[in-house]
């Protein structure tokens, strides 16, 4: 795994005329500088966008994998699930009932889910807690739930990608992941980080009904709680007065 400064090495060594020949693999990044070394590295020499399966290929490996055909609408709704990493689609392929996808990875996903996250820094790891309650809040806010500035969270999100967790080229997180997540966390845990979500929101500007969707999550009961719940409340009101 290459740093953006040793991209950055690479890419002047291979744009001179007498340079070596380079063939890299690399995955989606959410960091501009690690995007505009790639590209420039790609101008002289072979880069490999290295990804998930498309779907035709996860079914195809999950074929291989059980010895049976796999039906488009199940390989639609597994590739929905997880991205197309394999890791996390072949044993949900192999639980999967009646219940369901999501149901699945409650049960199949949560170990090696929360082994994989383990194995990320501490910043990573807290931003993985958070996008699997959170996923439609914005980097900022994540980085103010977590006291950390806009570009750590960035990398965080690449070292998730690399693990599986989140789509390097979005940094969203995948469905399967979000549950298992979620169903690895402890109530007091979850409450405790809605609460520092709500707080984030309030501090960074944000919509104060997501405030109060986190509160009211938490459980939170405080005065400082009730005004925000209130306010949210009128807001609402205000947008739609029949509600």
């Known amino acids: 795994l290459l740093d953006p400064r040793s991209l950055a090495a690479v890419a002047a060594r291979v744009g001179r005329r007498d340079g070596p020949s380079v063939a890299l ?21 072979t880069v490999e966008r290295v990804g998930p399966l498309d779907e035709s290929s996860l079914a195809a490996l999950l074929a291989t994998h059980s010895g049976r055909a796999v039906g488009t609408e199940l390989a639609t709704d597994l590739h929905r699930a997880t991205g197309g990493v394999a890791r996390w689609a072949v044993p949900l392929h192999d639980r999967l009932d009646e219940r369901g996808v999501v149901a ?43 006291d950390l500035d806009v570009s750590a969270v960035r990398r965080a999100l690449d070292s998730l990608a690399i693990g599986g967790i989140v789509d390097g080229a979005t940094g969203i997180m995948y469905p399967a992941v979000s549950a298992a997540l979620r169903a690895g966390t402890t109530r007091p845990r979850r409450r405790e980080l809605h609460e520092r979500l709500a707080a984030a929101v309030v501090d960074r500007g944000g919509e104060i009904v997501d405030a109060a969707t986190h509160l009211l999550s938490a459980g939170s009961t405080g005065p400082d709680a009730a005004e925000i719940i209130a306010r949210a409340g009128d807001e609402l009101r205000f947008r739609d007065p029949t509600a």
Do not use: F, M, N
């Open 104 to 146: 699945a990875a409650e049960a199949v996903l949560v170990d090696p889910v929360s082994a994989e996250v383990r194995r990320t820094d501490d910043a990573a790891g807290a931003i993985a807690e958070l996008i699997a309650l959170a996923p439609e809040l914005p980097d900022d806010v994540w980085a103010r739930a977590c």
């Open 25 to 45: 693999a690399a995955r989606p990044s959410q960091r501009t500088e690690v995007a505009v070394c790639l590209d420039s590295v790609g101008r002289t020499a």
